[in-house]
């Protein structure tokens, strides 16, 4: 069975169960159904079969859900925004995608009342199932083409590896559908009849609420990066008693500290911890592996595992020679999980996809090493970096600074700790016209930049400089900016 004919099979067998839980609000299987078949049906009635792709702007309602399976049953592909975005990045992905339609909750609960059988559609491996937009280095963010084949290989190594239990799961969803660690939770959650219990953004501001939420959640898989599990583990009550019932917590996103996987073994002693990787572009995750005492005893540092089956792992050097174990090189994904592309950008796309023997390959920007059959990660070839394990352009970043008419130039640098970026610091060149007094000056800078920009790729601190430090070879010198921090 295909993904839509495990979520079809829960339907019907299952129509009472919760398919998800978000706040007050719960949506049953069998509900998701009939309503993401009549979202289809009035799709295809109004579109006919235009291929073009649907937006779904909202947060973590019900309606998402109903959104993402009824969208892709009408035979397109969804995109996933989150209403937390600023309107103009929302504007910049509109743009580029160029959606038939947008559709929000309002619009989602209003086209899914009719009752009408979704129309029956062949489903080949090929077609796009979402696009998820990431942070692009010219300033503008970029669609990840994800297609039905790519997903269903995820989801069936998934299910194979982890053996979740069938209708008795609850699956923790932390992180906001438009970011595709999501994926892992919600398709997981529903391909196995489970239920997907969403954090929305009123506990995660409210400590006291959101610890009372996850101990009445009955979570059995706790999915999220590390840095939200970093912040619950200062509360000392968030232990195998608050979670009585969670048997795996499941890393990705982001490098998983020695630290934190210790400090889980030590408090939830029943549950296994797992280390994940992988790109937007391959899927969600490639790499997994189960972090043990024995590992924590021997690596400083933890691995990223091994591959899923079907995919190979190979690392290359700057004249995409493929090197020997033990050395140092860009990290190259292979596989039916690797994506078709980036939407209507050719040039990128070349520039990052190939094929390998007629098998899609994707050039990740990630430093890699294999050490004991393991795979290490050891950071980013170019300016991207991860931070709360969002995939941030460095570059995006300056170039929206320098869009702004108080900025002459500008330079992003990421402060980091035990390997692991902890905040941003932006360093700005202000333009001679502009207000010299620096709080002033940063205050506004902050302001217009969050008109432009999501808050997670806001600056902790910005420095304003006369002028930037330059190398030998007449680029920015980013380590002596380091040095004023």
């Not at 019907?12 to 069998?30: C, D, E, M, N, W």
């Not at 969803?173 to 391909?191: E, I, T, W």
């Not at 089956?309 to 990290?331: A, C, H, T, Y």
Request: glycine content about 8%; aromatic content about 10%.
């Amino acid at each position: 069975m295909n993904l839509l004919e495990r979520i079809d099979h829960w339907t019907k067998i299952t129509p009472a169960a919760f398919a998800h839980v978000s706040g007050q609000r719960t949506l049953t299987y069998g509900e998701l159904g009939v309503r993401a078949n009549s979202l289809s049906a009035n799709l295809v009635e109004k579109y006919g079969n235009n291929r073009a792709p649907i937006a779904v702007l909202g947060h973590r309602e019900p309606e998402m859900l109903i959104a993402f399976i009824g969208v892709v049953k009408s035979g397109r592909p969804y995109i996933p925004i989150d209403t937390a975005l600023p309107p103009e990045r929302i504007g910049q992905i509109l743009d580029i995608a160029k959606p038939v339609l947008v559709l929000t909750p309002e619009k989602i609960a209003a086209l899914s009342q009719s009752g009408k059988p979704s129309p029956p559609r062949p489903f080949h491996p090929d077609d796009p199932f979402y696009i998820i937009f990431t942070s692009g280095s010219t300033g503008t963010p970029k669609g990840i083409v994800i297609t039905l084949g790519c997903l269903d290989h995820f989801v069936e190594w998934m299910l194979h590896e982890q053996t979740f239990g069938y209708g008795c799961e609850v699956f923790l969803n932390q992180a906001p559908f438009s970011f595709d660690l999501s994926v892992m939770d919600l398709y997981c959650s529903l391909a196995t009849g489970s239920t997907l219990f969403s954090i929305s953004r009123d506990l995660l501001v409210n400590p006291k609420l959101l610890y009372r939420a996850l101990a009445d959640s009955n979570i059995t898989t706790w999915i999220s990066t590390p840095s939200f599990v970093e912040m619950c583990l200062i509360e000392r009550t968030f232990n195998g008693i608050l979670l009585q019932r969670v048997r795996r917590f499941l890393f990705c996103g982001e490098t998983l500290p020695a630290d934190t996987a210790r400090s889980l073994l030590d408090r939830f002693p029943n549950a296994e911890i797992w280390n994940l990787y992988g790109p937007s572009e391959t899927t969600v995750a490639t790499t997994s592996v189960k972090i043990v005492r024995e590992i924590l005893g021997k690596y400083s540092s933890l691995p990223i595992g091994h591959p899923m089956p079907g995919v190979e792992l190979f690392l290359i050097d700057k004249n995409q020679n493929i090197l020997s174990p033990g050395s140092r090189g860009e990290i190259v994904i292979q596989g039916p999980n690797v994506s078709p592309g980036y939407l209507r950008n050719p040039d990128l796309t070349a520039a990052r996809f190939f094929e390998v023997n007629g098998r899609r390959a994707y050039r990740t920007g990630d430093w890699g090493r294999f050490r004991d059959g393991f795979l290490f990660f050891e950071g980013r070839i170019d300016d991207q970096i991860k931070l709360n394990g969002y995939r941030i352009e460095l570059g995006d970043l300056e170039m929206n600074l320098r869009a702004l008419p108080m900025v002459r130039d500008a330079a992003v640098v990421p402060v980091s700790k035990n390997g692991k970026v902890q905040w941003l610091a932006g360093f700005v060149v202000p333009n001679s016209g502009s207000n010299s007094f620096e709080t002033g000056l940063t205050n506004q800078l902050r302001e217009s930049l969050r008109e432009r920009l999501p808050v997670y790729m806001m600056p902790r601190k910005f420095v304003l400089v006369d002028r930037f430090p330059i190398t030998t070879n007449g680029k920015v010198d980013r380590s002596k900016l380091a040095e004023l921090l």
